[in-house]
């Protein structure tokens, strides 16, 4: 018996069992507005991509699920279910440690041209001072600055919408954030940000 725990545009999200453990189970959803060929190929190509990021990830060191079964036919990924908690529900618990915990792996994410495409302080767990990520739904390769700038940016706004009371936390994270050119990906940020606003 499986349970809806979150449905999004892209995904619906089920709590689930696989061989007598608790998985979580993602299911890409289709997009009616487009044509029932193309609507599989690019959910095929999306599924891949994203248990091809994920896989990538763990073998540079960075904590993600555990990948049970992957159905690429249906665009279904069953993984496993993670006890940490979503930083969210952690935020007012977390250390300084903690946040420059985060932006390393971030920059160590980069670091390997991984893009994650939707950082949140929902798609990112801690437990013992262990950092996870999860959800690389919309993440690609790119060794571009601007790319690793947006991503950085998007989680910016997210994380100061949400806790606009965190503006130390948040540079704690950029400090912890140590990819080699960091200098050019923050001064980056600070452009695309500033573009945002006039657009």
Do not use: C
């Not at 189970?25 to 044509?35: A, D, I, L, T, V």
């Not at 079964?69 to 940490?84: C, F, G, P, Q, T």
């Not at 993440?139 to 100061?160: I, M, P, Q, W, Y």
């Amino acid at each position: 018996m499986k349970k809806l725990i979150f449905e999004g545009a892209e995904a619906r999200t089920y709590l689930t069992e696989f061989s007598g453990r608790k998985a979580i189970e993602k299911y890409r959803n289709p997009k009616k507005y487009r044509r029932k060929e193309l609507d599989e190929k690019i959910r095929k190509q999306r599924t891949r991509d994203e248990v091809n990021l994920m896989h990538k990830a763990k073998l540079i060191g960075i904590r993600t699920p555990v990948l049970f079964e992957v159905d690429r036919k249906n665009s279904v990924i069953i993984m496993e279910y993670l006890k940490a908690k979503k930083i969210k529900e952690k935020i007012n618990a977390l250390k300084e440690k903690d946040f420059l915990e985060i932006g390393k792996q971030i920059s160590l994410l980069h670091e390997n041209s991984i893009v994650h495409g939707d950082l949140t302080t929902n798609n990112i767990l801690i437990d013992k001072r262990k950092v996870f990520f999860i959800d690389f739904g919309l993440g690609f390769n790119s060794n571009k600055t601007e790319d690793f700038a947006v991503d950085l940016l998007g989680f910016k706004r997210t994380f100061l919408s949400s806790h606009p009371e965190k503006i130390k936390e948040w540079n704690t994270i950029q400090k912890g954030y140590k990819r080699k050119d960091k200098k050019n990906v923050l001064k980056r940020v600070l452009e695309v940000e500033k573009r945002g606003r006039y657009l």
